[in-house]
Structure formats: C-alpha cells, structure tokens
C-alpha cells in the first residue's frame, strides 16, 4: 500500500539556505575564474579547513572495523578521562589529489593553520611548484582563518615574507562550507578511514591517517604538531595601518578575497 502510494524511505536533505547571502553567487563565479587561471599556470591550488576534535583514549567512535572479538570502550565521553585531544588540520592539494593532514594538540589558531603551510611547502609543495610565485587558498570564513580579523591577515603576511611567495586568499561565503573540496575530497575519507577505532594515542592516528588512500589515488601524508598555541593573540600596533602595503583587497568582493604581497 505504502510503495502503491509513492511513500518509501527517504534521508533528510541539507537544501534550505539559513539565510540569503549577498553575493553568494558572484563569490562561487569568482572562485571557478581563479580555479581555471591557477589551473592553466599549474600553480597550488590549496584546500583547507580544521576537521573536528578529537578525544584520545578508548571512547567509542562510530562505524565498525574487522576484529576476532568484542572491543570494549568506555560507557561515557568525558574528556577528564581522557589522554588529551587531538586537532586535526587538512591542506588538500586539487592538482594532485593529495592531502597533508597535522594533527595538533592545543588550540586551532591561525598561527597554527601558518605553521602547518608552511611545514607542507617547504617539505613536498616548493619540489612540485618550482615556478610558482603565488599561491591560492580555498577556505572557510570563519575560524582559525577568518575573513574579518586581522590577525589572521597578520599571520598570513608573516608566511607570504617567509616563503617569498604571494598568496591568494579566497574565502567561501556564509553557510558555504560543504562546497569546500576538502570537505568531501580528504576529510571524508578521513571519517571513513577512522570509522570504529579507538584514537588510543596520537601516533596511532597519524598511522591511520597516513593510510588512508582511494581507488582515483588520494594519498594522505600526516605529520604531528605539538607547539603550544595561544588564543587571543594581539595585532601589532602598527599593522592595522600599513595594511594596504601588503594586502591587496579585490575591487568587487574585497571581504572574500584578496591577495597577500610577499615583502
């Protein structure tokens, strides 16, 4: 009666905007220009975004893994019981399918997310980009790489200089998130490759993570970061000034996108 009647089982469907975003479409138009410009020079294009937190020791996780008996966890998910917490932080390379995954242990900040770029171009990107003069990132807009603070921009002018390198900064809009490839590219695989696992110690997961690969060849490369990071870090007195120095903001949507100039 049920399949006579059009009824079957249907899952919910994330659709409904929370809100209109002013130049939403613009910014997703903007974004496939800079993806093709990027593409034709073969120059990075970066991916990247904080995957959630994690608790180590033996707490439940869900999904099911292959084992010859039953594997006991603890009955709660307090985190006083826990070894810590590990912050998982992705870079996704489009052009070569490859993820590089940190995995902290403080706080996800963006002199974190700096840190972790710059490790990944020094030891893989600068050998497969010879040419490159600028970068692109893809990004959220909020978080430990926010469009609106002005620490974020700070730290990002300190990495430019750094590497001697430009970098293109371009942020998706509000509630834009899951269009970020590194959400369904690497973190997915991420959450499948970690399915039913205890995370027992730090180094265990990095060995997880570094096996986590696909049949389109996805390879994951996992490094650990245990460097304290504060929260609440100030802007130089004088960086608020001279910003335009460095920062070049785009004429149409300079609040996603603009362009870090090495000094």
């Not at 138009?29 to 020791?57: C, H, W």
């Not at 002199?111 to 970068?135: G, S």
Request: include cysteine.
């Amino acid at each position: 009666m049920l399949q006579l009647r059009g009824y079957k089982k249907r899952k919910l469907v994330k659709m409904n905007d929370l809100s209109q975003v002013e130049k939403r479409n613009e910014q997703f138009e903007k974004i496939a220009v800079y993806r093709k410009q990027f593409t034709d020079m073969n120059f990075p294009i970066l991916s990247i975004d904080t995957k959630k937190k994690e608790l180590l020791g033996n707490f439940y996780r869900s999904g099911s893994c292959y084992s010859q008996s039953m594997r006991r966890v603890n009955d709660h998910d307090f985190a006083s019981f826990s070894q810590g917490q590990i912050i998982p932080h992705g870079i996704y390379d489009i052009n070569t399918n490859t993820g590089y995954v940190t995995l902290g242990t403080t706080k996800d900040t963006s002199e974190f997310v700096c840190d972790n770029l710059q490790r990944v171009w020094t030891q893989h990107l600068q050998y497969l980009y010879p040419q490159a003069h600028t970068i692109m990132i893809l990004c959220d807009g909020g978080g430990s790489n926010a469009s609106a603070h002005y620490i974020v921009k700070q730290d990002l002018c300190k990495l430019s200089n750094q590497l001697k390198l430009n970098i293109l900064m371009v942020h998706y809009p509000p509630y834009c998130s899951k269009y970020n490839p590194i959400e369904h590219r690497l973190f997915s695989q991420l959450s499948r490759a970690w399915q039913g696992v205890p995370f027992y110690n730090i180094q265990f997961v990095k060995e997880l993570t570094d096996k986590t690969s696909t049949s389109t060849g996805l390879k994951v490369f996992a490094e650990i970061n245990t460097k304290q990071y504060h929260c609440k870090r100030q802007v130089t007195e004088n960086f608020k000034t001279n910003l335009n120095n460095q920062v070049v903001f785009d004429d149409k949507i300079p609040k996603w996108n603009y362009l870090i100039k090495t000094a």
